[in-house]
Protein backbone atom coordinates (compact mmCIF):
# COMPACT_ATOMS: atom_id res chain seq x y z
CA UNK A 1 0.00 0.00 0.00
CA UNK A 2 1.80 3.42 -0.62
CA UNK A 3 1.81 6.46 1.49
CA UNK A 4 -0.92 8.34 0.33
CA UNK A 5 -3.18 5.11 0.30
CA UNK A 6 -2.41 4.39 4.39
CA UNK A 7 -2.82 8.58 4.84
CA UNK A 8 -5.28 8.25 3.85
CA UNK A 9 -7.16 5.22 5.13
CA UNK A 10 -5.93 6.58 8.78
CA UNK A 11 -7.67 9.64 8.08
CA UNK A 12 -10.94 8.06 7.03
CA UNK A 13 -10.69 5.69 10.22
CA UNK A 14 -9.93 9.21 12.61
CA UNK A 15 -13.10 10.59 10.91
CA UNK A 16 -15.01 8.03 11.45
CA UNK A 17 -13.30 7.78 15.86
CA UNK A 18 -14.41 11.29 15.43
CA UNK A 19 -17.97 10.32 14.15
CA UNK A 20 -18.66 7.57 17.31
CA UNK A 21 -16.64 10.21 19.91
CA UNK A 22 -20.00 12.56 20.01
CA UNK A 23 -22.39 9.78 20.79
CA UNK A 24 -20.70 9.08 24.12
CA UNK A 25 -19.41 5.51 22.72
CA UNK A 26 -16.29 3.93 24.93
CA UNK A 27 -13.30 3.36 23.20
CA UNK A 28 -13.95 -0.15 23.46
CA UNK A 29 -16.99 0.26 21.92
CA UNK A 30 -15.73 1.97 18.76
CA UNK A 31 -13.39 -0.46 18.12
CA UNK A 32 -15.55 -3.32 18.35
CA UNK A 33 -17.28 -1.22 15.55
CA UNK A 34 -14.49 -0.81 13.60
CA UNK A 35 -12.96 -4.24 13.81
CA UNK A 36 -16.32 -5.72 12.08
CA UNK A 37 -16.24 -3.08 10.04
CA UNK A 38 -12.19 -3.00 8.95
CA UNK A 39 -11.77 -6.40 9.66
CA UNK A 40 -8.57 -7.03 10.45
CA UNK A 41 -7.08 -3.41 8.96
CA UNK A 42 -8.91 -1.89 11.85
CA UNK A 43 -6.66 -0.07 14.12
CA UNK A 44 -5.45 -1.50 17.20
CA UNK A 45 -7.28 -0.84 20.40
CA UNK A 46 -4.84 1.10 21.92
CA UNK A 47 -4.44 3.12 18.95
CA UNK A 48 -8.39 3.85 19.28
CA UNK A 49 -8.20 4.44 23.00
CA UNK A 50 -5.50 7.07 22.09
CA UNK A 51 -7.31 8.79 19.56
CA UNK A 52 -10.26 8.73 21.42
CA UNK A 53 -7.81 10.76 24.32
CA UNK A 54 -6.94 12.78 21.96
CA UNK A 55 -10.10 13.99 20.85
CA UNK A 56 -11.67 14.69 23.84
CA UNK A 57 -8.49 17.03 24.31
CA UNK A 58 -9.30 18.45 21.25
CA UNK A 59 -5.81 17.67 19.63
CA UNK A 60 -6.73 16.05 16.71
CA UNK A 61 -8.76 18.47 14.49
CA UNK A 62 -5.51 19.36 12.44
CA UNK A 63 -5.35 15.70 11.25
CA UNK A 64 -8.63 15.57 9.59
CA UNK A 65 -8.01 18.50 8.20
CA UNK A 66 -4.20 17.32 6.74
CA UNK A 67 -5.09 17.19 3.25
CA UNK A 68 -5.94 20.79 3.64
CA UNK A 69 -2.72 21.51 5.14
CA UNK A 70 -0.54 19.51 2.13
CA UNK A 71 -2.23 22.16 -0.12
CA UNK A 72 -1.42 25.04 1.76
CA UNK A 73 1.66 23.92 1.83
CA UNK A 74 2.73 25.28 -1.51
CA UNK A 75 1.07 28.48 -0.79
CA UNK A 76 3.40 28.98 2.34
CA UNK A 77 6.64 29.34 1.18
CA UNK A 78 7.99 31.99 3.24
CA UNK A 79 7.06 29.06 6.07
CA UNK A 80 8.82 26.45 3.89
CA UNK A 81 12.26 29.10 3.68
CA UNK A 82 11.83 29.69 8.03
CA UNK A 83 12.12 25.92 8.47
CA UNK A 84 14.74 25.27 6.12
CA UNK A 85 16.78 28.25 7.66
CA UNK A 86 16.66 26.98 11.25
CA UNK A 87 18.02 23.39 10.29
CA UNK A 88 20.82 24.63 8.46
CA UNK A 89 21.50 26.78 11.21
CA UNK A 90 21.30 23.70 13.42
CA UNK A 91 21.13 20.88 11.94
CA UNK A 92 20.71 18.94 15.05
CA UNK A 93 17.12 21.19 15.99
CA UNK A 94 14.42 18.86 17.13
CA UNK A 95 11.01 19.18 14.51
CA UNK A 96 9.44 19.66 17.98
CA UNK A 97 11.10 23.15 19.21
CA UNK A 98 10.93 24.40 15.09
CA UNK A 99 6.88 23.84 15.51
CA UNK A 100 7.36 25.47 19.11
CA UNK A 101 9.19 28.28 17.61
CA UNK A 102 6.96 28.99 14.23
CA UNK A 103 3.85 28.06 16.10
CA UNK A 104 2.46 25.14 13.96
CA UNK A 105 2.06 21.68 14.20
CA UNK A 106 4.51 18.61 14.85
CA UNK A 107 3.06 16.97 11.83
CA UNK A 108 3.14 20.35 9.63
CA UNK A 109 6.61 20.26 10.32
CA UNK A 110 7.41 17.10 9.83
CA UNK A 111 5.35 17.25 6.36
CA UNK A 112 7.33 19.99 5.03
CA UNK A 113 10.71 18.24 6.23
CA UNK A 114 10.20 15.20 4.53
CA UNK A 115 8.17 16.23 1.62
CA UNK A 116 9.16 19.76 0.65
CA UNK A 117 12.41 19.91 1.64
CA UNK A 118 13.12 16.30 0.73
CA UNK A 119 15.21 15.94 4.48
CA UNK A 120 15.80 13.13 6.95
CA UNK A 121 17.24 12.88 10.34
CA UNK A 122 20.65 10.61 10.32
CA UNK A 123 22.11 10.04 13.35
CA UNK A 124 21.22 13.31 15.23
CA UNK A 125 21.73 15.58 11.74
CA UNK A 126 18.77 16.66 9.83
CA UNK A 127 20.35 15.67 5.95
CA UNK A 128 19.36 15.84 2.37
CA UNK A 129 18.33 12.31 1.45
CA UNK A 130 20.28 12.08 -1.85
CA UNK A 131 23.56 12.60 -1.27
CA UNK A 132 26.37 12.74 -3.74
CA UNK A 133 29.16 10.05 -4.39
CA UNK A 134 31.23 12.56 -2.78
CA UNK A 135 29.29 13.44 0.04
CA UNK A 136 28.54 9.49 1.02
CA UNK A 137 32.26 8.57 0.81
CA UNK A 138 33.04 11.64 3.35
CA UNK A 139 30.23 11.01 5.41
CA UNK A 140 31.81 6.78 6.04
CA UNK A 141 35.04 8.41 6.26
CA UNK A 142 34.76 10.51 9.07
CA UNK A 143 31.77 7.52 10.57
CA UNK A 144 34.92 5.12 10.44
CA UNK A 145 36.59 7.46 12.28
CA UNK A 146 35.45 8.17 14.61
CA UNK A 147 34.05 4.94 15.59
CA UNK A 148 38.31 3.66 15.68
CA UNK A 149 39.45 6.54 17.66
CA UNK A 150 36.56 5.69 20.63
CA UNK A 151 36.84 2.02 19.84
CA UNK A 152 40.74 2.82 20.84
CA UNK A 153 40.07 5.32 23.71
CA UNK A 154 36.80 3.12 25.65
CA UNK A 155 39.30 -0.20 25.14
Wanted: aromatic content about 10%.
Amino acid sequence: MSGDARDFKNLETRAAIKFFFPQSKAPKEIHAILVETLGEHAPSYPTVKNWVAQFKRGELFHLLCASSWTTQNSDHPEIIDQIHELILEDRRISAKSIAGQLGISREQVGSIIHEDLDIRKLSVKWVPKCLNAHQKRQWCQSSEQLLEFYSARYK
